[in-house]
């Protein structure tokens, strides 16, 4: 079984741009997770999607949302970047709440 | 929400020694606690998880204990190897409500060989 996916791998933007992520899930996962890993700051959790619907958030900003598909597949939108926001964007999908979640390689972005 | 301190942020041992690293939950709900190692440049891969209906789980070199009534759980390395050189992330979950997943700050761990 194919594992989770991410596109873009990497990306580099300019402050004030907006950017997208893509996480596609393990087939027959519906949760997806999304973190943001920054050194020495561990992993901070964005959202999380299941359904179609948005289960839970973390503490960002609203310039961060998110949305999922009827496929499970699953985007991230961070409008009017900043600086701060250089990062690895790393999604997780579990089937259920009760099992497993796992990881993509990750996206990173730099925001110059 | 759900509040995870791990300790320590780095940590060095000598091949062949043990290595213990430890987190702290908050939420008495949770009951569901993963452990994921990541190295350097690679995605965090799930190594062991325990759920609150046990106090202690092996594979191989690598155990979890938990204990709830303090809300804090370890992972213990033996016979530690050069590739167990990587950052550790404890997360804690109360699965059944649908709760998000939380995370330690990680802890860097070199083995010296």
């Known amino acids: 079984k194919a594992g989770v996916t991410q596109t873009p791998r990497y990306l580099i933007k300019t402050r004030g741009q907006q950017v997208t992520l893509s996480c596609s899930p393990i087939s027959g996962h519906r949760s997806v997770s999304w973190y943001q890993q920054t050194p020495g700051q561990g992993l901070q959790f964005l959202f999380e999607?299941?359904?179609?619907?948005?289960?839970n958030k973390g503490n960002f900003p609203g310039r961060f949302s998110g949305r999922q598909f009827s496929n499970s597949r699953s985007e991230m939108n961070v409008s009017t970047l900043e600086l701060g926001d250089s990062a690895l964007y790393l999604c997780?999908?579990?089937?259920?709440?009760?099992?497993?979640?796992?990881f993509g390689p990750g996206t990173r972005l730099l925001v110059l | 929400g759900e509040n995870v301190e791990q300790h320590p942020s780095t940590l060095s041992v000598q091949e062949g020694d043990s290595a213990v690293i430890k987190c702290t939950y908050s939420?008495?709900?949770?009951?569901?606690f993963p452990w994921y190692k990541q190295e350097l440049g690679k995605r965090p891969q799930l190594i062991i998880d325990i759920r609150s209906n046990v106090g202690e789980k092996k594979d191989q070199r690598i155990a979890v204990t938990l204990n709830k009534t303090a809300k804090h759980f370890s992972l213990h390395i033996t016979e530690t190897q050069p590739e167990d050189s990587a950052v550790y992330f404890c997360a804690a979950t109360a699965q059944y409500n649908n709760n998000d997943m939380r995370f330690g700050a990680g802890t860097r761990l070199t083995v010296k060989p």
């Open positions: 999607y299941f359904s179609e619907t948005q289960r």
């Open positions: 997780a999908s579990r089937r259920e709440p009760q099992e497993t979640q796992y």
């Open positions: 939420d008495s709900a949770s009951n569901y």
